[in-house]
């Protein structure tokens, strides 16, 4: 989505909202802490974030990394800076006429806006540049982009309105003399005439500066949004140095309140949160028509964070959780709107296994029959931790019951991970989570949950998803492994007990053979219901689904036995498992009984220990009771 639309639909909502900026990092390590930050971050509500462009294009393919993950994974609306510096022209031509993305790093301008329309990314923020490293002067290359003007131009050129394009605005141009003043705002005039949407300011720290200088914009006739930028003061010496290298004027008042605790850093912070935080709060409470603060992270977290809590700024639910799973932004997948349940914890996973889809399920109820999902053989399944990782987090279980405490303690949220999931456990997850540690105490070994809900508000911070002032529903469901034995016994108490007909179940073995008491097709277990729209409901249980999901959930278990040593007992305990025990997945449709769906878990738990205690196996006859 545009950023000129979102900050049009704030305006009409008379909402704040805000943005973080991001830089890529030199490393593909770094790039993978960040992204695990931006994911954190994303919960702090920001409307979109800005991700940064070298001079020369250094870090473009982490740049491109960034956009193309954020975009498609953590589905966050994504700006990238594009400069001038270093860009010859008939390299971006030469790209932005091919049907390829072109490879080469020093073509990184045109492969970046060819991905950035690959990925989803419609925003642009169009700069001339800094000087290369190691050169004090910026220059043109021979054939280049010799102003920002030329590279506004030229994209409008190649790509008509597809990009919303922002410009950089400098508040301190206020400081200059009349004669001055009048030419950079007579620069900024003509870039915006020639296809500018909106505008992203350098840091400021003197408001009555920057007001002033949206006065005089406006006065120049420039209409366009202003996004102020917004670098939180962390440390004193960051603090000096970015200023320094910024030429920012800096009022005396902070520097009287700052400079005395410049040698304590966590004063710094608490001093700097709250004069940056009045600042935000003069801008958007003068006249100016500005409703929005694009903040400057610098890849911290706890600075704005800092910010965000002391302007009382709280994320709104429909902001970070449009729907109650991730949404991808690429232009493929926008219109995505049901995704079966089974990855609810392996978003990466089923992206991948699903790029080639001819089409997504965009309906009430659908899936993809005819392209089916990605093999694994094709997309590759793995676990995340490394083996050093994941030793230190599940030890090295050597009996069933060494199994079922490692489920329990996720369960009750002591463990940060299992095979099964990428992440601790959901906070919807922590209402029933006392039940969950007791079904695997009793040997249901859960990878997958969630409660009944009957009709929650659509910001509740529980269960809330999707646009305010509507309401949302879940069937309780449940996904395990579960041993042959203690299956019969369960789905004896299921089948024979008439208070238990609203449930569902599929079971498949690891062989692949499958029995249900479901009906064909899909079954929503996640509503919607929102004011001005039809019933929206993105989740569901269906057969063609579980059966692709299968390979991945064994090959997952089989991944973790081969951590360990050939002959040790961990591999084969966890190898017995996954060669042995059945998967299953059970639905609850009465989703005005929170509770039922256990019922039948604890009666079988229930009846099979207490025949374990007693030295006798549990056996079903052909008429479905006990001996």
């Not at 006429?97 to 990184?108: D, L, M, N, P």
């Not at 890849?299 to 704005?304: D, F, K």
């Not at 978003?347 to 991948?352: E, G």
């Not at 089409?359 to 399944?381: H, I, K, Q, T, W």
Request: charged residues 25%.
């Amino acid at each position: 989505m545009k950023i000129s639309k979102k900050i049009e639909q704030a305006a009409k909502e008379d909402k704040v909202w805000w943005s973080f900026e991001y830089f890529p990092p030199r490393t593909a390590q770094g790039l993978q802490n960040l992204l695990d930050r931006i994911e954190r971050m994303r919960q702090l509500g920001p409307e979109f974030i800005d991700i940064t462009w070298n001079a020369g294009g250094r870090t473009s393919d982490l740049t491109s990394e960034l956009v193309k993950t954020c975009q498609g994974l953590i589905g966050i609306e994504t700006c990238m800076h594009l400069t001038c510096t270093n860009m010859p022209k008939e390299k971006v031509d030469i790209a932005l006429r091919a049907s390829h993305v072109v490879s080469t790093t020093f073509q990184g301008i045109s492969r970046f806006e060819q991905e950035a329309k690959q990925y989803g990314c419609r925003n642009i923020l169009a700069l001339r540049g800094d000087p290369p490293m190691g050169k004090d002067e910026w220059e043109a290359v021979e054939g280049g982009f010799v102003h920002g003007i030329d590279l506004v131009r030229h994209i409008r050129a190649e790509y008509g309105d597809y990009f919303d394009i922002a410009v950089p605005g400098f508040p301190q141009m206020q400081l200059l003399p009349p004669e001055e003043r009048a030419q950079e705002m007579k620069y900024l005039k003509e870039k915006i005439d020639v296809g500018v949407n909106f505008i992203f300011t350098q840091m400021f720290y003197d408001v009555d500066v920057f007001i002033a200088w949206v006065k005089t914009v406006r006065e120049a006739g420039i209409t366009i949004p202003i996004v102020p930028g917004i670098m939180p003061i962390q440390t004193w010496n960051g603090f000096q140095r970015a200023t320094s290298l910024a030429k920012t004027k800096i009022p005396q008042s902070f520097l009287d309140a700052l400079e005395l605790h410049k040698n304590n850093d966590e004063k710094v912070r608490e001093i700097g949160t709250k004069l940056v935080a009045d600042m935000c709060r003069r801008i958007l409470s003068a006249d100016i028509g500005i409703r929005g603060l694009h903040f400057y992270t610098m890849n911290l977290e706890r600075g704005t964070k800092m910010l965000l809590e002391e302007l009382n700024l709280v994320p709104r639910v429909e902001t970070i959780k449009p729907l109650p799973w991730r949404q991808s932004l690429t232009p493929a997948r926008r219109s995505e709107t049901t995704r079966p349940i089974f990855w609810a914890n392996r978003t990466k996973s089923y992206l991948s296994r699903t790029e080639n889809w001819d089409e997504y399920p965009n309906g009430r109820f659908g899936d993809s029959r005819s392209p089916a999902y990605g093999d694994l053989d094709g997309y590759g399944v793995w676990i995340k931790q490394t083996k050093e990782d994941a030793i230190r987090l599940w030890n090295r279980p050597a009996t069933l019951d060494d199994i079922k405490t490692l489920f329990k303690r996720f369960c009750k949220g002591e463990l940060a991970a299992l095979p099964w999931s990428d992440e601790g456990l959901l906070s919807e997850t922590s209402v029933i989570s006392d039940k969950l540690a007791q079904l695997n105490e009793y040997g249901f070994l859960t990878i997958n949950s969630q409660p009944a809900v009957d009709g929650a508000r659509s910001d509740d911070k529980f269960f809330g998803w999707g646009p305010s002032n509507g309401y949302v529903y879940q069937k309780a469901y449940l996904e395990f492994f579960v041993a042959p034995e203690l299956l019969d016994v369960l789905i004896r108490h299921i089948d024979k007990d008439s208070g238990m007909t609203g449930i569902t179940y599929h079971i498949i073995s690891p062989q692949g053979d499958l029995r249900t008491n479901a009906s064909d097709g899909p079954n929503a277990v996640t509503w919607g219901v929102f004011p001005g729209k039809e019933i929206v409901q993105p989740t569901i249980v269906e057969a063609i689904s579980f059966m692709a999901w299968k390979d991945e959930a064994y090959e997952l278990g089989r991944q973790w036995a081969k951590l360990y040593e050939s002959d040790s007992p961990s591999r084969k305990l966890i190898s017995d498992i996954m060669d042995r025990w059945l998967l299953v997945n059970v639905v609850h449709n009465d989703f005005k009984k929170p509770d039922a769906i256990f019922e039948p878990f604890f009666k079988a738990g229930a009846e099979f220990a207490a025949a374990q205690a007693n030295g006798h196996a549990v056996h079903v006859n052909g008429n479905g009771h006990a001996n």
